[in-house]
């Protein structure tokens, strides 16, 4: 497939690129490897997926104690919590949408965004119209961490429709590049009236399972972002917006320093386990 047709696959040849690509395979194929994965794979899933959630309700402003998030059942108090939640949820509900990510994209989002926003919230505060549907023109938009100029509703359906093209019709880019690009887009869109960093998160957690690159969910990109900070999150993301090549090369070696400090979260928890402190 030339470049014109994927046109991804070209993002894979900035500068610095390929080495971002070469160290997060190298270092995913460590953990892989790692003992302890042999036959406890699902307790690291399991555990990957709840550090992933405290992770991105983090960027969302909700930045919990671990323990927090583990001990809370009740996430329909007030607005911390119900990001706490809505975090979790996508992580949950991540795994059973992978078989319809690559025929149907939208269809993913939308499910994602219908989650997040669960059952009560939204008929509670009367707007249970906007969830699950890209927003129309006019309708606000509640994305706490970005505040950067919203494309309008007309621009957001044309790429909308773009990338979800681009995913239905796959490519030779690296699963790096296509979940930094899934992940970049959606937050510059901001197709939803709320939680789009979330989603956005999450459709980049379902691209690098479903590439086979993470096929068991042991490498918690939203560790990493946390990790690195708002500030670094937010200029990074700067990048992608510009469309520069040296900012769309920035972005996507972000994006992988966050795979490759999720894989060091999923080692010290394979460490733990075989130490038999966790």
């Known amino acids: 497939m030339s470049s014109a047709s994927d046109p991804l696959a070209a993002l894979g040849s900035l500068p610095g690129v390929a080495e971002s690509v070469d160290s997060v395979r190298k270092a995913v194929d460590r953990v892989y490897g790692h003992r302890v994965m042999r036959r406890r794979s699902g307790e690291i899933t399991s555990e990957a997926a709840l550090r992933g959630a405290r992770g991105s309700a983090a960027l969302s402003g909700a930045d919990w ?24 949820r996508l992580t949950a509900e991540a795994g059973q949408l992978l078989s319809i990510w690559r025929q149907s994209p939208m269809r993913v989002l939308a499910r994602l965004h219908l989650v997040a926003c669960g059952a009560a919230a939204p008929a509670a505060e ?20 970005v505040d950067l100029p919203l494309p309008d509703a007309e621009e957001v359906a044309g790429r909308l429709d773009g990338l979800s ?9 690296p699963a790096l590049v296509t979940a930094a690009v899934v992940h970049g887009e959606l937050l510059a869109l901001r197709p939803f009236a709320s939680y789009n960093g979330l989603v956005a998160r999450t459709a980049e957690r379902i691209v690098l399972i479903n590439s086979g690159l993470d096929p068991k969910a042991i490498c918690p990109a939203e560790v990493g972002h946390a990790e690195q900070g708002a500030e670094a999150y937010l200029k990074a993301f700067e990048g992608y917006v510009s469309g520069t090549a040296e900012g769309m090369a920035e972005w996507i070696g972000h994006c992988g320093r966050s795979i490759e400090l999720g894989v060091r979260e999923s080692t010290a928890v394979c460490e733990a386990l075989q130490r038999g402190a966790a």
């Open 165 to 173: 093209r681009l995913v239905i019709a796959g490519g030779s880019a």
């Open 126 to 145: 009367g707007t249970a119209d906007v969830v699950g549907r890209p927003r129309l023109a006019g309708e606000p938009v509640d994305e706490p961490l």
């Open 65 to 88: 104690a671990l323990e927090e998030v583990r001990r809370r059942t009740d996430f329909g108090a007030e607005d911390e919590a119900r990001t706490v939640g809505a975090a979790l």
